[in-house]
Structures are given as C-alpha cells and as structure tokens.
C-alpha cells in the first residue's frame, strides 16, 4: 500500500460547483496534513494544512480530517476554472518523520 | 524575497554525461530539500538538510546521485553518470525547520532534466 494515495483524475465539475478531493494515508502515526496545489508547468504551493480532526475553513476551502479513517479532504466551494491544477495531498510521516506526497488529483473545473 | 532560486530551468543531456543542479534557498530557511517529480511516482524527496547538515537521504536512488549543502544560501545535486531514467523535474524546497510541525515548504521552480 502506498503511503498516501490518491485518485489521479481528471475529476471534472462545472463552474460553481463544489469540488471534493480525496486522500488516504497508510501510517496511522502521521501528523501533520497538506494541501498543495501545482499548475500545469509550475511549482507546488501550499493551500491547506490541517493538525486535528475535524474540519479547517479557509475562504472558499474547506480541509476535513479524519484520523481513525485514515482519510483528508479538501473540498472547494464555488469552484472557478482557475482552480484548475493539480493538487497534492502531503503529510509528514509518523514513522518516516518527513513530507511525504500523494501522486495528486487533477482538478478540471467546467465553464 | 526573490524565493527560492533554481538553476538552470531547463537540461537537455546525453546518457552518462554529469549534471549539476544549483539551488539557493530563501535567506533565514534552515532546512533545504530536494524532491524528484514525475508522472509515474509524483514528487519523491531525495535528500534534506537541516543546517546545511544532510539528515536523510534514504529517497536518494543510488550512489550515481550526490548532494551537497556547503553553506546556508547554496546547494546543489548532482548525477553522475546520468541516464534515461533520471529524466525529471527536479525542485529543490526550502522551509523555516522541517519536522512534524509542519513549516511550510516553499518550492522552487524546477528543473527540467531531460537525458537522452
């Protein structure tokens, strides 16, 4: 089992939908989780984090965690076409004590 | 801040050749890392540094690959010999500590390594 994995995609939704983005991880001493998102051609960049079950809001993001299931999610509200990219789940590993990262979900949204 | 500079954008190389990959870390960041992107396996980290101090390289693929942080504002990776396979994007990152606290990662823009 890889250590976080996620579905590659293309999830496509139309404009002003919500879009919901999901991660599974494997080591269950994980702490820390990540939101990244990258551009075609460009470098990642961090949108989200989250320590703590629950849910974190930040604008029209929304990063849901849940520590028993094993599973993040970062949901979009009133997605724009230029929330089109990719977007990586990342956490840092109990056991491996670094940032490790999902292969990333590409994001369409639809005009 | 100009952020974290990479050089050269991009690498067009023949097989068995050396390839050097430069990075300067944003001023003040004391942990460095070097990650590998592609297709297949998304973003590997190779080697991080804390301090200029290398503290894992386990995601470093074999011994053809080196990295070296000689002092906090330079870093760089090197293949030798290159092959096919080493064909990536390769970003180096820089955070204020690494750990489970999380800091934030800032990343540079990459370079493209192509070897044929």
């Known amino acids: 089992q890889k250590e976080v994995e996620q579905n590659s995609g293309p999830l496509s939704v139309p404009e002003g939908a919500i879009a919901s983005l999901n991660c599974t991880y494997s080591?269950?001493?994980?702490?820390?989780f990540f939101w990244y998102r990258q551009y075609s051609g460009k470098s990642p960049e961090l949108i989200m984090s989250i320590y703590s079950n629950g849910d974190k809001e930040d604008g029209r993001f929304t990063a849901q965690l849940n520590k028993a299931s094993q599973y993040v999610s970062l949901l979009i509200r009133d997605s724009q076409p230029s929330d089109s990219a990719t977007y990586l789940c990342?956490?840092?590993?109990?056991?491996?004590?670094?940032?490790?990262f999902g292969t990333g979900t590409l994001l369409a949204v639809q005009p | 801040d100009a952020g974290v500079i990479q050089s050269p954008r991009h690498e067009v190389t023949e097989m068995g050749q050396e390839v050097t990959l430069r990075c300067k870390p944003i001023s003040g960041h004391n942990s460095l890392f070097w990650y590998r992107q592609t297709m297949m396996r998304g973003l590997e980290l190779l080697i991080y540094?804390?301090?200029?101090?290398?503290?894992?390289d386990s995601g470093m693929p074999e011994d053809r690959f080196s990295a070296k942080m000689p002092n906090a504002s330079f870093s760089t990776l090197k293949i030798q010999p290159s092959e096919p396979r080493d064909s990536a994007v390769y970003f180096c990152?820089?955070?204020?500590?690494?750990?489970?606290?999380?800091?934030?990662?800032?990343f540079g823009s990459g370079t493209q390594l192509s070897v044929l």
């Open positions: 990342a956490l840092y590993g109990g056991a491996t004590n670094k940032l490790i």
């Open positions: 990152a820089s955070s204020k500590y690494a750990g489970p606290a999380g800091e934030k990662l800032f």
């Open positions: 080591d269950r001493g994980s702490q820390s």
């Open positions: 540094f804390n301090n200029n101090v290398p503290i894992d």
